[in-house]
């Protein structure tokens, strides 16, 4: 199966990124359980801006080594999320940034229940 995906959440919000759809194909298993997903861009779509360079130019002058907790091995730790978005938060303070960027999500993380297609 495979679904097109617009991504919305606080850390967008927060970094000013807007959503850029993407496809998320799921392969299950013969018991109709997610065995694996492969994450695709959509080719011909606009290019994503944010200001996370800008933030990580902060970051790294004002807490050394803060890049490394949150982006272990260069990659997002979004389970890192309380962290992100306090530094997040501060660094738009210090910034003279609005405290939130774009409308509100509905919710933060929520996982997404996908009934099953086979009969």
Known sequence: MRVTN??????????????APYYIS????????IAGK????????APVHDRLEEFA???????????????????????KYRS???????WRADAGRPKSYGPASPRPFHRLRVPSTRT
């Open 57 to 79: 130019t902060w970051a790294r002058r004002k807490y050394p080594g803060l890049l490394d907790e949150l982006m272990p091995e260069g990659r997002i730790d979004s389970a």
């Open 6 to 19: 617009r991504e919305i959440n606080d850390w967008y919000r927060l970094v000013e990124r807007q959503p």
């Open 38 to 45: 492969l994450v695709q861009s959509i080719p011909g779509t």
């Open 26 to 33: 799921y392969f299950v298993d013969e018991h109709d359980r």
């Open 84 to 90: 992100w978005k306090e530094r997040l938060l501060e």
